[in-house]
């Protein structure tokens, strides 16, 4: 009974990866409805900064911000990389990276460099091994992304791009559209066009405001923080992402789990029937022989 020793025991190894499978996914399931309505609460007010920002924008042609010129095409591209810190989420940092390695290789084509933000530890370790050139990162987030922890490395390509050093700058993250799906995007974060500022503003009239203590500081402050809304909620939607993907994830192993014991049971009766019958056959044959 060697061999059902062994199978008793494999058993019992994957009972347990069950168990700590199901507590993941419920788990996640909990910090999922957290990160969704993190994230549909920060929507209104990036959508507000955004009307605002059009709103400016139309109503001072005269000036132009940093961040709404285009700069030299032959200067190197920045990248802000949302990834997770942890695994254990399926595919959603492979579909991410995959998108992200695509584009380094057509800036790669151009005859141009790239220089990367990584907001994560997934996409931070990727990133070194491929050695790409990594300028800021941020890790150990946690459950909830603060501002403050993510402005700094962000800024780093910001301030380049407004000293004229960067050609354009990419926000890479993955979009929440449900529990079962999330795609991976590609945005352009800078420069930022006139025509999707006004699409943003969504206005059918004119705008005067009252500016203190003068326009450019007001506008100048207002695409910084609209820029950074952009990437608080790339990371909002990143994080609902993975808790959804990390359940799904979870859900599926389970019940891989559970096959996998029943499978394994169901081989271990047949091995100790197969025993039993070979033990009933040598105790009659042995029968026979004292009888005969």
């Known amino acids: ?82 990834t997770t810190d942890k ?28 220089q990367v933000v990584a907001i994560g530890n997934k996409g931070f370790g990727f990133m070194n091994r491929i050695g790409a050139n990594v300028v800021a990162h941020a890790t150990q987030l946690g459950d909830t992304p603060h501002l403050d922890k993510l402005i700094g490395p962000v800024k780093v390509l910001l301030d380049k791009y407004a000293a004229g050093e960067l050609s354009a700058v990419y926000l890479c993250f993955t979009r929440f559209i449900n529990t079962m799906k999330q795609e991976p995007v590609l945005q352009q974060l800078l420069p930022l066009s006139a025509e999707s500022l006004k699409d943003k503003a969504k206005q059918s009239h004119a705008w005067d405001y009252l500016y203190e203590p003068d326009a450019p500081t007001v506008i100048d402050e207002l695409l910084v923080r609209y820029t950074e809304s952009l990437v608080y909620q790339a990371v909002a939607e990143n994080m609902a992402s993975e808790q959804s993907a990390r359940m799904v994830a979870m859900k599926s192993a389970t019940d891989n789990a559970g096959n996998l014991i029943k499978e394994l049971k169901l081989v271990y009766n047949k091995t100790r029937q197969a025993a039993i019958t070979k033990e009933l056959s040598e105790i009659v044959s042995g029968a026979a022989a004292i009888g005969g």
């Open 1 to 82: 009974m060697a061999a059902g020793k062994e199978i008793r025991t494999k058993i019992k190894s994957v009972e347990n990866t069950k168990k700590i499978t199901k507590a993941m996914e419920m788990v996640a399931a909990a910090k999922m409805r957290k990160a969704q309505d993190r994230m549909r609460t920060a929507r209104p007010y990036s959508d507000k900064v955004a009307a605002i920002a059009g709103h400016l924008s139309m109503a001072n042609p005269e000036y132009v911000h940093p961040f709404m010129v285009s700069n030299d095409a032959k200067k190197p591209v920045g990248i802000v990389l949302v």
């Open 87 to 114: 695994g254990l989420c399926g595919g959603l940092n492979t579909n991410m990276l995959r998108a992200v390695t695509t584009k380094l290789r057509e800036i790669d084509a151009a005859g141009n460099k790239a």
